[in-house]
């Protein structure tokens, strides 16, 4: 919008420097100060000359205008989106701000609820815990139910069941396909 502010500018500074020798020259032939017939005829040239070069730099102006209210025009509608883009803006962060506290007093909660809980535990077995739910997409332990591993879905097979029937009920167990912790329970099946 500058740069064809300024074309508009140049163009209209050179429509006025135009018209005014234009006024001058016809000044001067109205006034009879040109007696000589051919400087006459050669002023008369260059008055023509000069209404066409009017016309055209008046054309040259239109174009320009027009070119620049299509910019202020394109200038206003961006304006406006940018406008409506930073209101969505302020409300989706707004809201991502209100979640994320109830997200942050959601997870106060649960901590302060898991803390009786892991009360006592060892502390190698906790470690293993987070560790795992870590790497496993937040499940680091598995209910072991009708046979199957609550985190990977798979049946265990016999060998592996018997393995775990065996096993003293404070062993911690793991899922041979996903490292899981599994936690047995009356519903595991053994």
Do not use: F, W
């Not at 016309?55 to 940018?82: F, G, I, N, P, Y």
């Amino acid at each position: 919008m500058e740069d064809l502010t300024a074309e508009q500018a140049k163009v209209d500074a050179d429509v006025e420097q135009v018209k005014t020798r234009r006024t001058r020259d016809r000044d001067r032939m109205d006034q009879g100060l040109i007696s000589n017939p051919k400087d006459l005829q050669r002023m008369q040239h260059e008055l023509e000359s000069l209404e066409r070069r009017i016309t055209s730099l008046e054309d040259q102006e239109l174009e320009v205008m027009e070119r620049l209210e299509e910019a202020q025009k394109a200038h206003a509608d961006l304006s406006a989106r940018v406008v409506r883009a930073d209101e969505r803006l302020e409300t989706l962060t707004a809201e991502r701000d209100r979640k994320s506290a109830a997200l942050d007093a959601d997870l106060a909660e649960v901590l302060a609820a898991r803390a009786p809980a892991v009360a006592g535990m060892p502390e190698d077995l906790l470690s293993l815990y987070d560790r795992l739910r870590e790497l496993k997409g937040g499940v680091g332990a598995a209910a072991l139910r009708a046979r199957e591993c609550g985190g990977c879905r798979l049946s265990l097979d016999p060998a592996e069941l018997t393995r775990i029937r065996g096993a003293s009920m404070d062993e911690v167990i793991r899922c041979e396909e996903c490292q899981r912790i599994l936690v047995r329970t009356s519903e595991s099946g053994l």
